[in-house]
């Protein structure tokens, strides 16, 4: 099926400092999603992203995330600073348009924070 | 509250059984998809059924709106099939996906 490519696949990185994970969704999808998944855990919600904006947001997505994706580039998850509890798998995902709701999900980037 | 219950928690076949798993929301939804996911690795669509009954392959899913219920028949069972099937429901437009816990399935020769 589609692919969503994700990268980098594994970061490890110190308590307090920024990361950008990196996503590149299937190419004409206009819906853009990012999960995190604790190990061993249910995958949940962080927030969807459509036209350049936030759609909608779970409590999850806290203060210090953020997304974007600026023309034609990746679409990015940003955490400043990093916490602990952050250690989690981000997965990327995407959809077409709002009446074909498939979502096609990355590989995930394994963040630890140390 | 687990708004998507899945049923069993977990399931061992013998390669070439049949296996039928459950899933129900506690609320109306219009988007029902079927995962798999292999311990660390990423989530592969099998199946994307808001209503009725579709198949791909050896796998059947029928998901009845109105009884808030979606199930996944996997025929014939391979080695290879064994991993975690995740069910999915959207709560409301431009929600992203809700996940139940998951069906461990383990197939044996």
């Known amino acids: 099926g589609p692919k969503v490519l994700q990268i980098p696949s594994h970061q490890i990185i110190d308590m307090g400092q920024m990361v950008t994970l990196n996503c590149d969704p299937v190419?004409?999808?206009?819906?853009f999603y990012w999960y995190k998944q604790i190990l061993g855990q249910q995958m949940e919600f962080l927030v969807n992203?459509?036209?350049?904006?936030?759609?909608?947001k779970s409590k999850l997505f806290k203060d210090q995330f953020s997304v974007e994706r600026p023309d034609g580039s990746y679409f990015t998850l940003k955490i400043q600073p990093t916490a602990l509890e952050d250690s989690a798998v981000y997965f990327c995902?995407?959809?077409?348009?709002?009446?074909?709701?498939?979502?096609?999900f990355g590989k995930g980037t394994r963040l630890t924070v140390v | 509250e687990q708004q998507v219950q899945q049923s069993p928690a977990s399931l061992v076949l013998q390669e070439a059984e049949n296996a039928e798993l459950q899933c129900s929301f506690s609320?109306?939804?219009?988007?029902v998809q079927w995962f798999y996911q292999r311990p660390g690795g990423r989530l592969v669509s099998l199946l994307y059924n808001p209503s009725g009954t579709k198949q791909s392959g050896r796998l059947t899913s029928t998901t009845v709106i109105k009884e808030r219920r979606s199930s996944l028949h996997i025929s014939s069972s391979q080695i290879t099939d064994s991993g975690t099937y995740l069910c999915a429901m959207e709560r409301n437009y431009a929600q992203g996906l809700t996940f139940g816990l998951g069906t461990r399935v383990s197939v044996f020769p």
């Open positions: 992203f459509y036209n350049g904006k936030v759609m909608e």
């Open positions: 995902a995407s959809s077409l348009n709002s009446w074909d709701k498939e979502v096609f």
């Open positions: 190419s004409n999808h206009l819906y």
């Open positions: 609320i109306f939804t219009n988007q």
